[in-house]
């Protein structure tokens, strides 16, 4: 009888519980039962109850730290952005920073392969970057999904968004298999074709792991939708120890070479993105289930991504042409160039997490049920001071790693010469990023998307003209029209929010920008 009574409690709606008519009555049992189906009953709708008073507490307690940042100093808010972003570095680093284990274990072993990575690196990270539209859109659908605590469509969404990750990463292999080594040839040109085979080598075996890679980017994406920071920091590290490792083992012991580096950053990321995907699995998401969209889904995921993916095509294609010009002047000038562009990399990330700072903080600022354009203006004075204080320590750091250890990457003088030739222009370059990210991620919470996207093409196309012109300089021309793109960037996006008709000073402009993303 027993037995009976919680199995049938146990597939009985809550409410009939309740009910003087309920099941559990029509059982002839002793009080004790009935009392204890009662208890039962009572104690889960209490269970229910302080979950939503829970859920209802730990929304308030966010409002209240999202208006607290907004006022506190400096200092603090410095304190609360790294705890808050810090975690997450790991989404923007950890490709630059196996690119940059590989190019200090290869460097040491071959000029020439590490020349060959210049245009292998620009294959596997700068066309692995113009799929990163996808790490915005998870965030944003993500986000607005668990805001309606619907459990079921951040499943769905989740399920669409990693399909569609897997399928761009099946496109961006296939593209390597048939174009890879066409591509190669037209970056290093004749004058370097024998460079060809050994980056061509990185690549295809680079190339095997995009797939995961972009599904781990869509679940570390959707990991910091939900506020799980740790997630993607816990892989970076595993991440790094697999690649430092591999790159050990297989290049300077077992001497693989530059086939070796590949094969460990492969390995890695594969790692990484399998660990993505299990935390969301251990929160109760299904991340193996992937669901094909449909046609309305699939334009909403494109009216979102396309502002993002025109900015990124920008970027990816002014790097690309930056290396394309710096391949032309010389094998030794190509390995210097490398070296830089590496560090240059593994050191602007630092300057992301103020940019996803302005993105969480700075809506409810502007347009939110909190609005406040005074602390919305605060806000972003303090992160542009604290980049310009990140900016000029990365640059101090990165120039003494060039000036004071170029031994780490390689030993050959001509590249160590042409690296220190270059270093006020590397500084000038880094100092700014930092601060650049700050307000181009406060015209991303203001839904600027169309003048951020324009503005971005447009310095592209005025910075690849001034390359072009200058590259009878040589890296040194390269990298001083490098330092005026990011110094560009960084105007054109200072005017756009200190204007008085914009989003930081003008009413009308909140509410006109609210109304276009909606």
């Known amino acids: 009888m027993t037995l009976k009574l919680s199995l049938y409690f146990h597939h009985t709606p809550l409410l009939n519980l309740s009910s003087s008519s309920s099941p559990p009555l029509r059982f002839h049992s002793p009080n004790s039962s009935n009392l204890f189906l009662v208890a039962s009953s009572n104690r889960r709708r209490i269970g229910v109850l302080t979950a939503r008073v829970i859920r209802s507490q730990e929304q308030k307690c966010e409002s209240e730290d999202e208006d607290e940042l907004a006022e506190k100093s400096v200092c603090n808010q410095m304190k609360e952005i790294v705890k808050f972003t810090g975690p997450a570095i790991g989404l923007w680093l950890c490709d630059p920073l196996m690119s940059l284990i590989d190019t200090a274990v290869v460097g040491q072993g071959s000029s020439t392969e590490l020349a060959a990575l210049g245009p292998a690196t620009v294959v596997c990270d700068y066309m692995s970057l113009t799929f990163m539209f996808l790490s915005v859109v998870t965030s944003n659908i993500i986000a607005t999904s668990l805001a309606k605590q619907d459990r079921e469509d951040v499943q769905h969404h989740l399920s669409i968004l990693l399909f569609v990750g897997f399928a761009c990463g099946l496109i961006m292999l296939l593209s390597t298999k048939l174009l890879g080594a066409a591509t190669l040839s037209a970056f290093t040109g004749p004058k370097n074709a024998h460079l060809v085979p050994a980056a061509n080598t990185y690549v295809q075996i680079r190339a095997l792991s995009w797939p995961a890679l972009l599904v781990g980017w869509v679940a570390q994406s959707a990991s910091l939708g939900m506020k799980d920071s740790w997630g993607p920091l816990k892989a970076l590290a595993v991440a790094s120890v697999i690649s430092g490792i591999g790159d050990i083992v297989l290049c ?48 909403k995921i494109l009216s979102l991504a396309a502002p993002v993916y025109l900015t990124s095509i920008s970027k990816v294609a002014f790097f690309s042409l930056l290396i394309y010009v710096a391949t032309s002047t010389g094998t030794q000038t190509m390995a210097a160039h490398q070296v830089m562009i590496q ?50 320590l990365l640059g101090i750091v990165g120039t003494s790693l060039l000036w004071l250890l170029p031994n780490i990457f ?22 700014v990023t930092p601060s650049t990210r700050s307000l181009e991620g406060t015209l991303l919470a203001g839904q600027d998307l169309r003048f951020f996207s324009l503005s971005t093409c447009g310095c592209f196309c005025l910075a690849a003209l001034v390359l072009l012109i200058s590259r009878r300089y040589g890296l040194v021309g390269c990298w001083f029209t490098l330092a005026g793109f990011q110094w560009a960037r960084f105007s054109v996006a200072l005017l756009r929010v200190i204007s008085p ?3 930081l000073y003008s009413e009308e402009a909140g509410v006109s920008q609210k109304m276009r993303s909606a």
């Open 343 to 392: 560090i240059y990399m593994a050191c602007t990330v630092w300057g992301e997490p103020l940019c996803q700072t302005a993105q969480s903080f700075m809506p409810e600022l502007l347009y939110g049920v909190n609005k406040s354009l005074t602390k919305a203006r605060f806000l972003l004075r303090s992160l542009v001071i604290i980049g310009a204080i990140l900016g000029l």
């Open 501 to 503: 008709n914009g989003m």
């Open 252 to 299: 300077t012991y077992l001497g693989y070479g530059i086939a070796g580096a590949a094969w460990s950053t492969m390995a890695s990321q594969v790692v990484a993105s399998y660990m993505m995907i299990q935390e969301l699995n251990r929160r109760g998401y299904n991340a193996f289930a992937f669901t094909i969209p449909s046609t309305k889904e699939l334009l």
């Open 410 to 431: 390689t030993s050959d003088q001509m590249v160590i010469q042409n690296m220190h030739r270059t270093l006020i222009p590397f500084f000038i370059a880094l100092a």
